[in-house]
């Protein structure tokens, strides 16, 4: 054995083989390097050969690649990690509407405490936030992805989200459910609410200030035939325009901003 592996990695797994011939049995992992310098890991087990008598004669080893699997369970603590540390609330529902599996978000909002595996939706929601969300669900089953806003309530806690659900596919493209990204839009509506106020105010203000600075230069205008302050007023009623068509360009933006209007598909190609 100590030819065939080598002097160094022999003198790597001796202590384990003695052990073994002692009866004991042994699993590790081990790194190698292929002939083209690519990195692999192994499962190791050595495990006693015994005689027919029970006495340890030789020893059984079994040596698995184990590379892809362990690539694959990076990958998925890396996707349980995002899943988990996201402010988004991630939930999976298959096509009976039972839950598949819920983040942490999900879980401590609507109160639960261990595995949300079987779970009908109905004992989640209440009927009201199931009328407004199962439309929406459907169209997602038929393979399409969707966006909606939506209320939601739980243990008397009641919040504006938006959600955005995907379809769930196996491996055949075979439609299991759905996989839906849950956002709170609470700030964002309390946001939109103190735009839209201050919008209110200041196109109020504004607009009575410059009615009154209008009137006084059309006063002005009218008791005075000086060249100079006819041109004074002049500028005075021009720029209180321009500060009006201000104010109507910004009430536009505001609305666009907390209002915004539907998206509609067009055709790449023909534009």
């Given at each position: 054995l100590q030819e065939?592996?080598?002097?160094?990695?022999?003198?790597?797994?001796?202590?384990?083989?003695?052990?073994?011939?002692r009866g004991?049995?042994?699993?590790?992992?081990m790194f190698r390097t292929d002939r083209v310098g690519e990195q692999h890991a192994f499962d190791i087990r050595y495990s006693p050969l015994r005689s027919a008598y029970g006495d340890v004669v030789g020893i059984v080893a079994t040596m698995r690649d184990v590379?892809?699997?362990?690539?694959?369970?990076?990958?998925?603590?890396?996707y349980e990690y995002a899943v988990e540390s996201t402010t988004d609330w991630i939930v999976a529902v298959d096509t009976e509407h039972r839950l598949l599996f819920a983040n942490d978000g999900f879980r401590a909002f609507y109160g639960f405490d261990g595995d949300v595996r079987g779970t009908p939706l109905s004992a989640v929601l209440d009927d009201v936030v199931l009328d407004d969300i199962v439309p929406e669900m459907e169209?997602?089953?038929?393979?399409?992805r969707v966006e909606f806003e939506h209320r939601t309530v739980a243990n008397g806690v009641r919040k504006p989200v938006r959600t955005t659900g995907f379809p769930l596919r196996d491996d055949d493209d075979e439609i299991l459910g759905i996989v839906a990204s849950i956002r709170d839009?609470?700030?964002?509506?309390?946001?939109?609410r103190q735009l839209r106020v201050l919008d209110r105010v200041l196109r109020h203000n504004l607009n009575n200030k410059m009615?009154?600075?209008s009137g006084y230069a059309d006063v002005i205008r009218q008791r005075s035939t000086d060249p100079f302050v006819c041109e004074s007023v002049e500028k005075i009623r021009a720029n209180?325009?321009?500060l009006t068509r201000m104010a109507s360009k910004e009430r536009a933006i505001t609305k666009l901003l907390s209002d915004p209007p539907p998206k509609d598909v067009h055709d790449l190609v023909a534009v």
């Open positions: 065939v592996l080598g002097p160094e990695e022999y003198a790597e797994i001796a202590p384990r083989l003695d052990a073994v011939l004991e049995t042994h699993e590790y992992e590379t892809e699997r362990n690539e694959q369970r990076r990958r998925l603590k890396q169209r997602a089953f038929a393979g399409e839009t609470s700030e964002l509506k309390t946001r939109e009615n009154v600075v209180s325009e321009q």
